[in-house]
């Protein structure tokens, strides 16, 4: 979302474009509220950065600033009327390969689960956020309990929609 500063005084996105794409590949994109499911084939770049610490320094002591890999994926050729894919992600994982990127394309994949398993946690869900427990150990055994089942409730939804292949009682119990 921002192009961040690096050490040295350039930017992040301009150090991106100087690499090369190095890999292709086709993967499958879940339908969403905003997309249908589709293929996309990606082109495929990553690297390293040293990201420059903010200057608005409010704790001293903290390094300049914090290496990370980079994994920029690039829908060269969407569909008419689609918004290309572009991800550019960060993370603190070594990647030597291409197959080590595409693993954290992999792993960003899954980001839409995982806001959906936080929703149904939260705001529009078991609202955990407005326990009142005060004591650590209560509230981890109602994180889990709720934990548990926003699961089950995301099994289902998924079931309900044909996204997921899997029986219902796996979730549920025939009774």
Not at 28 to 38: G, K, M, S, T, V
Not at 60 to 73: H, I, K, N, T, Y
Not at 103 to 113: F, L, P, S, T
């Amino acid at each position: 979302m921002h192009d961040h500063a690096l050490i040295g005084g350039s930017k992040l996105r301009d150090v991106v474009e100087t690499v090369r794409f190095c890999d292709t590949q086709t993967i499958e994109l879940r339908e969403r509220a905003d997309r249908p499911a589709r293929q996309a084939t990606l082109c495929l770049r990553f690297g390293q950065a040293t990201i420059r610490r903010p200057q608005n320094r409010r704790e001293e002591g903290l390094p300049d600033g914090v290496r990370l890999s980079w994994v920029e994926v690039v829908e060269p050729d969407a569909p008419d009327g689609v918004e290309p894919l572009h991800w550019l992600l960060l993370t603190t994982h070594a990647l030597s390969s291409a197959t080590d990127a595409w693993q954290i394309v992999a792993w960003y994949k899954q980001r839409w689960m995982i806001e959906q398993f936080f929703r149904v946690m939260k705001t529009q869900g078991f609202k955990i956020e407005h326990s009142q427990l005060q004591l650590a150990a209560r509230l981890e055994k109602l994180v889990a309990i709720a934990a548990k089942a926003a699961a089950i409730v995301l099994q289902l939804v998924q079931a309900r929609s044909g996204g997921d292949p899997h029986p219902a009682s796996l979730a549920i119990s025939p009774h």
